[in-house]
């Protein structure tokens, strides 16, 4: 009965979250729009377009499109789901959907969802525009490189779902997803792309999830498997963010 009736349920709220969605142009730009235009400002840096010595073979433009991707997974799961999901809380709306045959869970089902697609338009757009903006290859290792994509997805998402619950108020989910950003955009490579960081660095960013992905990343997109060290962080925190967030989630 549950699989009959839960399936149209998750699915009116999907079409209501969406068009809420829709009508959040800030979200729609910091998630879908940004990270390319950024992606875009910085590979218009004569420097970024040159092969240096810093990553044989490799200009900074080749490895910024991970990083475009992961700003993009960051904007959407730490900036834009959390405040959604506290505000309904703050607000009641949970407690009250409780009540109802559209469970709680639909809305965290449909939030992720959504957020989870429009990062991964805005990687789309990245690879694209590195391509034809920039000359960037396309990733060589495709399969690789969407089984690291993935679990950088699923890791985002879960990270978002563990700020949603611990974050009482909209308000708070702002505050920290903001603290939280600038740490996980650092060990992504923003400022200084994990290939070019000093060794002992390196390995540490490597132990935290974005700088996986940005590893395995960047490893698929040069025609090699990622590593399975790479994979496994990804999984690993994917495991650990979500039983996290399934402890500490509060409806109300």
Known sequence: MSALTLSPA?????????????????????????????????GSIPTFREVGEAIPGLRLVDVYVPIAILTALLMACLQAMPPVITGYRERGILRRMSTTPVRPASVLTAQM???????????????????LVFDVALPQQFFGYAVALGLSVTAALSLGALLSAVSRTSKAANAVGAAAFFPMMFSAGLWMPVQTMPDVLARIMELLPFGAAAQALGEAAAGDWPSWSHLGVLALWSVLLTAAAARWFRWE
């Open 10 to 42: 998750t699915g009116a709220v999907l079409k209501a979250e969406f068009t809420l969605f829709r009508r959040e142009p800030g979200s729609i730009f910091w998630i879908m729009v940004f990270p390319t235009a950024l992606f875009m400002v910085l």
């Open 113 to 131: 969802a959504l957020h989870g697609v429009a990062a991964l338009v805005s990687a789309v757009l990245s690879v694209l525009v590195g391509k």
